[in-house]
């Protein structure tokens, strides 16, 4: 016989890790215990070699699907055991240590028991079991134990009970449990109009009258796991354009919710899009994340869905709720978050049916609280890479380990668009789910939960606050009012130091960070930036050549601004201004509102008005999606010099593009890939004399930019052939929600020298 003590950390705390070893050390018979243990878990067993080694492979390879352990040590045991296993209790302030686990999708044991008419579960949308259901959605605070969530309003009946004490069932201490008998339960409430007078049902009646709204054409809300979808009918034509009308939202693209059809349950999603075997993957990974995909020219899906794109934006049902719903209505459902435009989701009952009152004929409510909001995750395929376009439910909150301790808890407050918070304490980092843009009272009201929710979960009080250099962001002027020091962080530097974060391994960076646009430390707005160094000393040792953008902010929203810009820098003239050009121009040429900038965000924008584009945009990055939509495979390089910049750093010069774009005798698509190429051509260029320069570099894309495929793929497949090491964001957003988390490492790097 043989003793032995194992450590394992990873992602095994609050994914019933626990109850599945105590099954598999049963079922292979050994005794000993396993327990809760800081943020890891310790096994001590006895019992033959190949009894412990059975057991070992079987906690590898077998572990469950939310569980992702990691082995840390493996040491002889001197001390007795006991005969049998069992669960022991948590070593004091483990789960605090541990974290608070994601959101979860309903795994299959529990969809086949919701499908089951001999269950007593059958067709209860709130199903759940350690493996699956609501968690950060949920919890007051830590431990997470029942009694510290919305559900301790829910007595357990007596078989819920026994399930919840018995460590041999898969619902052993599943801390969201219930069932018909004792459970949440759902409610409908029609809207007062002509058409429908208001109504109200409960439980299967409930769900009924919201299937009916569905089928009838109307619009209603429907409260998931982190807030409401505002759905209905994605075949409709004329029921997506009222909730445009209603939600106020032109041109932005809805999501779409897929029923689960086919063995592997994406046969509706290869009806309505093109789907690669990697994306299918990822549509059923457990994070569940909503993902853009091509659209098939034969899925039938209406043009109001996606205004003139191609791409369409698809989920699966991830609760036992939206799987009911979308299994009766049988066609893909439009699930868009439930907000007025540019305001965060809607979360509570009153608040749902106060704030969407003009929007949605009907309300789906269920009486599960939910104390904090969790978006969808968007991700977005770049050859075989995953990018993360939004940190919502099933990802966040986000965990890692710095390569530093702090001194004093620090919290960041990230920018002005897709903000996140940031908690640092000790060696850790914990980042929320997607707040949204701080651009209305509402949004500022939920950062301000979040800040005091966050720290409440994890009992930290931070001392210090760290914000983005722009003092006219939101987020800024919140920590200048807060009463609390502030550290002040260059919002380019964070974007770099994001990404350093999910490799540490690295030593030295050159970061392209190419976004809309960020204050740098020359006063002027940046946004075409290389970064040499590593987090707490980056140099910019290159950008994009300048150029003033007239009415500032304006010409992100009213991208022709942008075209003129670079056309009035390079001294030529623009025909297609509009009536007040010469006005326009003549404010320009004084600087009057015209601020100098080096954004790659801007140079998209100025492309795609020039290849025939909008004018006006309506949501961010519409002009930038709508110029990599019209590129095609390759594309001829325009190679674009680096100049030596009035400031002594190298600027790469947009200049040679603007008569490749103004070539009407070509097709728009080869200017479009053209344009795509020549970014391409110019990163890999300096890639590789910055790596002949200084050994051991490793290059990284960091920015919104990179959220564009031809230019990730394109970067990427030149740097594989030249052998040039290179690393991309895996777990945080490239975009602007990052940033919080690259505060606090940039923060602390500067702290430790």
Request: glycine content about 10%; overall charge neutral; some cysteine.
């Amino acid at each position: 016989m043989a003793a032995q003590r194992w450590l394992l950390d990873g992602r095994v705390q609050g994914v019933g890790f626990r109850p599945f070893v105590h099954r598999l050390a049963t079922g292979v018979g050994v005794s000993g215990t396993v327990r809760n243990l800081g943020s890891k878990v310790e096994i001590i067993v006895r019992g033959e070699p190949a009894q412990l080694a059975l057991l070992q492979d079987n906690i590898l390879h077998h572990a469950p699907p939310l569980a992702r352990p990691h082995w840390l040590s493996c040491e002889d045991w001197p001390h007795h055991i006991d005969a049998g296993f069992a669960i022991l209790a948590s070593a004091p302030d483990s789960e605090i240590a541990a974290g608070v686990p994601p959101d979860c999708f309903t795994c299959p044991d529990c969809l086949a028991e919701l499908a089951d008419e001999r269950n007593r579960r059958y067709r209860y949308p709130f199903i759940n079991c350690t493996q699956c259901g609501p968690r950060y959605t949920i919890i007051r605070g830590l431990p997470y134990d029942r009694s510290a969530t919305t559900m301790a309003s829910f007595a357990l009946c007596p078989r819920c009970l026994t399930e919840y004490l018995d460590p041999a069932d898969r619902r052993f201490h599943a801390e969201p449990l219930a069932c018909p008998d004792c459970g949440p339960q759902l409610s409908w409430r029609a809207a007062d109009d002509s058409r429908s007078p208001r109504e109200s049902a409960q439980g299967e009646a409930a769900l009924a009258s919201a299937v009916a709204a569905i089928r009838d054409g109307r619009i209603i809300a429907v409260k998931g796991v982190g807030g409401y979808h505002l759905m209905c009918d994605a075949l409709q034509p004329e029921t997506l354009r009222r909730l445009r009308q209603r939600k106020q939202r032109q041109h932005k693209p809805f999501a779409l919710m897929c029923p689960w059809q086919g063995a592997d349950g994406l046969d509706g999603v290869r009806k309505l899009a093109e789907l690669t075997d990697v994306e299918a993957g990822w549509l059923t990974d457990p994070v569940r994340p909503l993902l853009w995909l091509n659209r098939r020219p034969d899925s039938g899906l209406p043009d109001e869905l996606a205004p003139g794109l191609a791409s369409v934006g698809v989920m699966l049902p991830y609760s036992p709720l939206h799987q009911l719903l979308l299994q009766a209505c049988d066609r893909p459902l439009v699930a868009t978050s439930a907000n007025r435009s540019g305001e965060p989701v809607v979360f509570d009952n009153a608040d749902a049916e106060q704030r969407l009152t003009d929007i949605a004929d009907g309300w789906l409510h269920h009486d599960r609280i939910i104390l904090r909001p969790a978006e969808d995750s968007v991700w977005r395929r770049a050859g075989q890479h995953a990018m993360i376009i939004r940190a919502g439910r099933g990802m966040a909150p986000l965990e890692f380990r710095l390569p530093f301790r702090l001194s004093a808890p620090l919290l960041a407050l990230g920018g002005q668009l897709k903000v996140t918070v940031a908690l640092g304490f000790d060696d850790r980092l914990v980042v929320s789910p997607h707040l949204g843009d701080m651009d209305s009272p509402p949004a500022l009201d939920l950062l301000t939960d979040t800040v005091v929710s966050l720290q409440q979960l994890y009992a930290v009080r931070a001392s210090l606050l760290v914000s983005d250099a722009h003092p006219d962001y939101a987020t800024s002027r919140w920590a200048a009012g807060s009463g609390l020091p502030v550290v002040r962080i260059w919002h380019h530097h964070a974007h770099a130091s994001a990404l350093a974060l999910e490799h540490p391994d690295v030593r030295q960076w050159l970061t392209f960070v190419w976004d809309g646009s960020g204050l740098g430390n020359d006063g002027s707005l940046w946004g075409g930036e290389s970064l040499l160094g590593r987090p707490g000393n980056w140099q910019r040792i290159a950008s994009v050549r300048p150029f003033c953008l007239p009415g500032g902010e304006r010409a992100a929203r009213e991208p022709w601004r942008c075209a003129a810009a670079l056309h009035w820098q390079a001294g030529l003239h623009w025909p297609d201004v509009g009536d007040d050009g010469a006005l326009l121009h003549d404010i320009w040429q004084r600087r009057i509102n015209s601020p100098a900038s080096s954004s790659v965000g801007r140079l998209f924008d100025a492309a795609a008005v020039m290849l025939g584009g909008m004018r006006k945009t309506t949501f961010e990055g519409q002009a930038a999606l709508w110029l990599e939509q019209q590129a095609m495979e390759g594309g001829q390089v325009t190679e674009l010099p680096w100049l030596r910049g009035e400031s002594g750093i190298k600027a790469l010069d947009w200049a040679p593009l603007l008569g490749m774009l103004a070539d009407a005798s070509r097709p728009v698509a080869e200017r479009a890939a053209g344009f795509h190429a020549s970014l391409v051509d110019a990163v890999l260029r300096q890639a590789e004399a910055q790596c002949r320069q200084h050994a051991g570099l490793v290059v990284g894309l960091a920015g919104g930019v990179f959220q564009n495929r031809w230019l990730v793929e394109g970067i990427v497949a030149g740097l594989q052939a030249k052998g040039i090491p290179f690393r991309l964001a895996g777990r945080l957003p490239v975009n602007d929600g990052g940033l919080a988390a690259g505060q606090i490492v940039e923060a602390g790097s500067l702290e430790h020298g």
